[in-house]
């Protein structure tokens, strides 16, 4: 206790000049989460797709027809299956997982005594393969393939969930170009999937979950009894390979097969690909370049805060060396003196951050994450560790004598 | 007991604005000794001081105290020295000025780890000790010369040293009050503490019954 004592003569009378340390260090503890959410959500996509498929990360390709290919199946239905079946015959593949996404509108209101309100909604069927693949990122409920009472079981995302949770059942219209209904399909949900997931199948066949939370997924397992006809299947493929084989050269081979019918790349591709996209272009701005310069904002900022502040105090601290006070220990208590103010700040940084930013409608923030954090820990203690290297530097080259002359 | 040999001090050595502080100093100090340090301004009072509170390093010479060569010790235990053995009274008080007279008679008790209760229980009991009990609760800056003087003396003395050294401790204060703190120095000599004290008061220096004199960094008895 006696520490916390001594610490507080440390720290200013003024109030405001302490306070206005806090302050700072709380925007900044804001700015520098905000700009490293993109990378922890890259972190956290790829480590979910590490945890789905373990070593197995490294034996993906994935297929992407071209953009031709696509619109013909969209457009006009056009059915790519023979092709998809012959690249998925390669000898190294193990596993070809399928998906087709249609858009189908899901009544959300009744409307009084007229028809319900309809909201537009992704409807993903997957191969049984990828469907699987699912139930380690439910955060509630299970996947089922085999129809409930005479109902299509659906899992379906966390912002679905708040119109449907488990076991509730629903109408989905698949709706044409020219918003026709299609088909009509019974559903009954049976998982909710975790707020951010991974789904190695949908639209674009990207590896990565649409990072939009609002965005409504209902995936299903196909083909099943109750679907009316035969899937169109996308012309994508995610291709596992077995163990043994080599994921470069097999998409060397299958690109150089299917050289004109659109792009295969492997999982390191794919992701590298991912990861200058983000440092450059992503929403317009430089993550990269701002992430590196608001880092040195904060450790220059917060660090040269904590120095100006040591030097300030040169003649307390040569009062308490006087009274036999030694130097390390006056470090430990000039440390404890600037985290009675740095702690709270940053504590009230981390949980104002997801309100702020929210509020600054920065639309891929997802949330505060345990990566965040360590990384908000790591620059903080890079500072203090910063401003604790100077303080010695500037401490040991000068004598008490003359910081107490020195002082004030 | 203390022993200096051959003390030397030199600021800014190596430096055009060299400055030899002391020059070949030597002096031994008694257990119980009452012992004046008078001398011109700028002849190297205050770093003999200094050099004696373990607070700056001799550029050359021994000191022994008790005798045992400290010049090459630690930091930390010359820390501890100055936290047990040492009383000590700077020139301009060294006080912290926002802080209470109470908080600052505690601090070297609160540095040693005394609790906090415990502190202020011998802080009170040095400010009766010297009748300034009253001043307990006032803040430093709110204090008379006179009075930061004596609360700095308190502090010299709260955690009962074996010698103090203080720099003009009647620097600030008018003849009668020199004269009231001088009865407390007997009074603390009488009860065993030794005393080193600079001044250029010809009363306070013949009150002592050592004089020592220095001129131009070398001293003489
Ligand atoms: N940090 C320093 N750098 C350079 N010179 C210094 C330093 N400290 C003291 N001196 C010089 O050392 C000499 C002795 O100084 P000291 O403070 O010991 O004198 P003093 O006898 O206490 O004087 P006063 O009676 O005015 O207090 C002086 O010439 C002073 O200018
Ligand atoms: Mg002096």
Redesign the pocket.
């Known amino acids: 206790m006696n520490a916390f004592r001594l610490a507080r003569l440390l720290l200013s009378k003024k109030l405001l000049k302490e306070l206005l340390l806090g302050v700072q260090i709380f925007f900044m503890t804001v700015f520098i989460l905000m700009v490293i959410v993109p990378f922890e959500n890259f972190y956290t996509d790829y480590s979910n797709l590490q945890r789905i498929f373990g070593e197995k990360t490294s034996h993906l390709v994935q297929y992407n027809a071209t953009a031709t290919m696509q619109q013909n199946h969209l457009m006009n239905n056009t059915n790519y299956d023979d092709l998809l079946d012959e690249i998925a015959a390669n000898d190294a593949v193990q596993t070809a997982y399928r998906s087709c996404e249609v858009l189908a509108n899901v009544p959300y209101a009744s409307g009084a005594g007229s028809e319900p309100l309809k909201i537009q909604t992704n409807f993903i069927f997957d191969s049984p393969e990828l469907f699987a693949l699912l139930s380690s990122q439910l955060q509630q409920g299970e996947i089922v393939t085999e129809p409930v009472d005479n109902a299509l079981p659906v899992v379906v995302s966390s912002h679905f969930a708040k119109l449907y949770d488990i076991g509730k059942v629903f109408t989905a219209e698949s709706v044409g170009l020219h918003h026709e209904i299609v088909s009509q399909i019974n559903c009954v949900v049976t998982g909710v999937l975790k707020e951010r997931f991974v789904h190695v199948g949908a639209s674009d066949l990207s590896f990565q979950a649409n990072p939009n939370e609002e965005a409504l997924y209902v995936f299903a397992c196909a083909p099943s009894a109750l679907l009316p006809e035969k899937i169109g299947w996308m012309p994508a493929l995610l291709l596992e390979l077995k163990p043994d084989t080599n994921a470069e050269q097999t998409r060397d081979a299958l690109c150089e097969q299917f050289s004109s019918l659109g792009t295969f790349q492997t999982t390191s591709d794919f992701y590298s690909e991912q990861f200058d996209y983000m440092i450059t272009v992503q929403g317009g701005a430089w993550n990269g370049l701002m992430l590196f310069l608001f880092a040195l904002v904060y450790i220059f900022g917060f660090g040269g805060y904590i120095v100006v502040n040591t030097l300030q105090k040169r003649k307390v601290f040569s009062i308490l060396m006087i009274n036999g006070m030694y130097f390390s220990k006056m470090l430990c208590l000039n440390l404890l003196s600037s985290l009675l103010i740095t702690i709270p700040a940053t504590v009230l940084g981390i949980l104002a951050a997801p309100y702020l930013i929210r509020k600054l409608a920065y639309t891929t923030f997802t949330g505060i994450t345990p990566g965040t954090i360590v990384c908000i820990l790591l620059l903080f203690v890079g500072s203090v560790l910063f401003s604790i290297a100077t303080t010695i530097v500037q401490w040991r080259r000068t004598?008490i004598?003359?910081l107490y002359?020195q002082g004030e | 007991m203390i022993r200096l040999n051959q003390i030397e001090?030199i600021?800014?050595k190596a430096k055009p604005?060299e400055?030899t502080?002391?020059k070949k100093v030597s002096l031994t100090i008694h257990d119980g000794d009452l012992i004046a340090i008078t001398?011109?301004?700028?002849?190297?009072?205050?770093?003999?001081?200094?050099i004696l509170a373990c607070l700056e390093k001799p550029d050359a010479g021994e000191y022994l105290l008790n005798g045992q060569n400290i010049t090459e010790l630690p930091d930390r235990q010359k820390a501890d020295l100055r936290n047990s053995y040492f009383g000590i009274v700077l020139?301009d008080f060294g006080l912290l000025e926002e802080e209470s007279v109470l908080l600052n008679i505690c601090l070297p008790l609160l540095i040693g780890k005394t609790r906090y209760k415990e502190a202020k229980k011998a802080a009170i009991s040095t400010l009766e000790h010297m009748g300034i009990p009253s001043l307990a609760s006032k803040k430093v800056n709110q204090l008379s010369g006179g009075q930061k003087q004596r609360v700095a003396i308190a502090r010299a003395i709260v955690h009962k040293p074996q010698i103090i050294l203080a720099?003009?401790p009647t620097g600030a204060l008018d003849s009668a009050n020199t004269e009231e703190l001088l009865q407390l120095i007997r009074k603390l000599n009488e009860e065993g503490i030794t005393f080193l004290i600079?001044t250029?008061n010809p009363i306070v220096a013949d009150f002592c019954t050592r004089q020592l004199h220095?001129i131009d960094?070398k001293l003489s008895e």
């Open positions: 004598s004598r003359e002359t | 001090k600021y800014q604005n400055v502080a002391l001398g011109p301004s700028g002849s190297g009072k205050t770093t003999l001081l200094h020139q720099d003009e600079v250029h220095i960094g």
